[in-house]
């Protein structure tokens, strides 16, 4: 049941002391209550790149204008689950775009964000497509096997369908969503064709179930909830004791 995803259990870490076991289930803990990413549309056509458009959606609601952040190669893989290469290809297309401004001091990377030329892209930005809610860990977690963003997308945009249930309600899965017409505009975010890759990869991953009813020409899915936590704790856990 999705409630599961609360239980820390200390045998997990069972080198650790009490009080060891405990920071590391606070840390757990506020990992995963965060805000989700509000992942921008627009963002990402202004970028021409949706991992950038992903990273631009979390910097802009982290680093206040004026102001700057300092974040490490490796902050940026955990932060995220990107690859170096990954981090350095959005990287290099935002200070390409001169979006993002980058500072060496004192061996540290600060990032900041140009205004002038953002704001005036934003401006020019013909896309009105409504921002999609991304679970920063789940999505991380999903990168980090090896699914795309195009995945990430598809997933959030599926699990936000999903009415709210308090906890002692939820199920395992979610509820099944055809993939009709209605639900392609849905994800309007992604062309038919990724859609149809986002399927795929996620059935391979484990995260989606998939039926097709061929003599009614039905494709439909849910969300397997439980294979998604125990990917994105293995992640947290994974991160947490890289850095103990």
């Avoid at 239980?7 to 840390?27: D, F, V, W």
């Avoid at 689950?81 to 061996?107: A, C, D, I, M, P």
């Avoid at 900041?112 to 953002?118: I, Q, T």
């Amino acid at each position: 049941k999705m409630d599961k995803q609360l239980a820390l259990p200390g045998y997990q870490y069972p080198e650790m002391q009490a009080e060891e076991r405990q920071l590391t289930a606070s840390a757990l803990l506020g990992l995963a209550m965060e805000e989700p990413v509000l992942y921008m549309p627009s963002f990402a056509d202004l970028a021409g790149d949706v991992y950038a458009g992903y990273f631009l959606s979390w910097f802009i609601k982290n680093c206040r204008y004026g102001k700057s952040i300092v974040i490490s190669d490796e902050e940026m893989s955990a932060l995220f689950g990107f690859s170096k290469s990954r981090w350095h290809s959005v990287r290099r297309t935002l200070k390409g775009l001169n979006y993002l401004t980058v500072k060496r001091e004192g061996g540290q990377s600060h990032y900041s964000l140009n205004e002038s030329y953002f704001s005036n892209a934003q401006r020019q930005s013909s896309i009105i497509l409504p921002a999609i809610p991304i679970e920063r860990i789940t999505a991380a977690a999903m990168l980090d096997k090896g699914l795309r963003m195009q995945d990430v997308l598809f997933y959030s945009v599926v699990r936000e369908q999903q009415p709210y249930l308090p906890p002692e309600q939820r199920d395992s899965y979610s509820n099944w969503f055809e993939h009709n017409n209605v639900q392609q505009q849905r994800l309007a975010v992604l062309t038919t064709e990724e859609q149809l890759k986002a399927i795929n990869g996620l059935y391979k991953a484990g995260l989606l179930q998939v039926e097709q009813i061929r003599q009614l020409n039905i494709v439909r899915y849910r969300i397997d909830y439980d294979a998604a936590s125990d990917l994105a704790w293995q992640y947290i856990h994974t991160k947490v004791e890289a850095e103990a």
